[in-house]
């Protein structure tokens, strides 16, 4: 529910819906490149002039849209900004309340060795651990679920060595990946989705065939 969202969040990061508002966290797992991505660029060939990935997502949610012709769907992507350049929402609180996974933040260790240092926080999948992302929301502002339980996310990075040792490598060493495999998981990306998301977005185009 929005609500829960909400519930965490200053007011200025707050969604402009009532509080039992159903809205769903739309994530993608490790085999969205073969399953989605790959057949999106072969069919779609010449229309695609932005982030492949980006432009992939956007076409399978409207076609969720189109499969509710009598609701209204709102749409929100995680790399969408609004004019004032905060993000339309945060993906991570969002996949956090709706119990989809467990996003890991600073305040979950209780003997912070870091001192003055910037902590950005990580969301871990019981399933995925760090090999998969969070691409959007889709929101139903017709309907209202007042009855709907709130699911907490699988805390599977639970122990306090393990949690300082998570935020480390993602804030200190993202780059090698290790931090998502901080859990055994159960997928995870392709060698060829890892060198496609390794290389620099203006340079994706041409490991997919395509003219930039």
């Not at 980006?54 to 749409?75: A, Y």
């Amino acid at each position: 529910k929005v609500g829960w969202y909400n519930a965490v969040l200053q007011p200025a990061f707050h969604l402009p819906y009532p509080d039992d508002t159903l809205a769903f966290v739309v994530l993608s797992t490790p085999s969205m490149f073969d399953k989605a991505l790959k057949p999106f660029v072969n069919k779609e060939r010449l229309k695609i002039i932005r982030d492949p990935v980006d432009q992939c997502i956007s076409h399978h949610l409207s076609r969720v849209q189109e499969k509710f012709p009598d609701q209204r769907v709102d749409v929100m992507f995680d790399y969408e900004m609004l004019p004032s350049r905060k993000p339309k929402f945060l993906a991570q609180t969002a996949a956090h309340v709706a119990g989809a996974a467990y996003y890991y933040q600073r305040k979950d260790v209780k003997l912070d060795p870091w001192g003055k240092k910037k902590i950005f926080g990580v969301c871990i999948h019981p399933r995925y651990g760090g090999w998969f992302a969070i691409r959007g929301l889709l929101l139903f502002p017709d309907i209202q679920v007042p009855f709907l339980e709130q699911p907490s996310p699988v805390d599977c990075v639970s122990t306090e060595e393990k949690r300082i040792e998570l935020l480390e490598q993602f804030n200190f060493h993202w780059q090698d990946g290790r931090y998502r495999d901080i859990i055994e998981v159960k997928e995870r990306y392709s060698e060829e989705q890892k060198a496609y998301f390794a290389t620099p977005p203006a340079e994706r185009f041409r490991l997919l065939g395509l003219s930039q």
